[in-house]
């Protein structure tokens, strides 16, 4: 096991999204929302058009976009690595994938022993 492990991973289809959303709205970030209006669904947005502050954990980045989580819903999700997948839909209604016939969907996986101690949770 090397040190390269991350928190949150994008699969290939996800990472083709997000580079054409960010070719037609520049950068990007994300944030795993907490289950209000859209469910449980990674948000894309512009890059700085969601607000986040000392509430919100940066998990890593996937295609160079940040994504962020909120601390209270880190603490149920810290030994689970996020994988941020694509699949036919329609994305969270604040979303930037929305009209694109395609969503974010967020599968995970719990870290092994070895991943946590790696990441020093």
Same mark, same amino acid.
């Given at each position: 096991?090397?040190?390269?492990? &991350?928190?949150? +991973?994008?699969?290939?289809?996800?990472?083709? +999204? #997000?580079?054409?959303?960010?070719?037609? &709205?520049?950068?990007? $970030?994300? &944030?795993?929302? *907490?289950? !209000? !209006? %859209?469910?449980?669904? @990674? $948000?894309?947005?512009? +890059?700085?058009?969601? $607000?986040? *502050?000392?509430?919100?954990?940066?998990?890593?980045? #996937?295609?160079?976009?940040?994504?962020?989580?909120?601390?209270?819903?880190? =603490?149920?999700?810290?030994?689970?690595?996020?994988?941020? %997948?694509?699949? @036919? *839909?329609?994305? *969270? $209604?604040?979303?930037? =994938?929305? @009209?694109?016939?395609?969503?974010?969907?967020?599968?995970?996986?719990?870290?092994? %022993?070895?991943? #946590?101690? #790696?990441?020093?949770?």
């Amino acid at each position: 096991m090397t040190s390269d492990v &991350h928190k949150v +991973l994008a699969t290939d289809a996800a990472l083709e +999204l #997000i580079n054409l959303l960010e070719e037609k &709205h520049g950068p990007v $970030m994300f &944030h795993q929302s *907490g289950g !209000c !209006c %859209d469910g449980s669904s @990674p $948000m894309c947005y512009p +890059l700085g058009e969601f $607000m986040t *502050g000392d509430s919100d954990v940066l998990l890593g980045e #996937i295609g160079g976009a940040p994504f962020y989580m909120s601390k209270a819903q880190y =603490e149920y999700w810290k030994y689970t690595q996020l994988i941020i %997948d694509v699949v @036919p *839909g329609r994305g *969270g $209604m604040f979303s930037l =994938e929305g @009209p694109e016939g395609r969503r974010f969907l967020t599968r995970s996986r719990m870290l092994t %022993d070895e991943e #946590i101690k #790696i990441l020093n949770i």
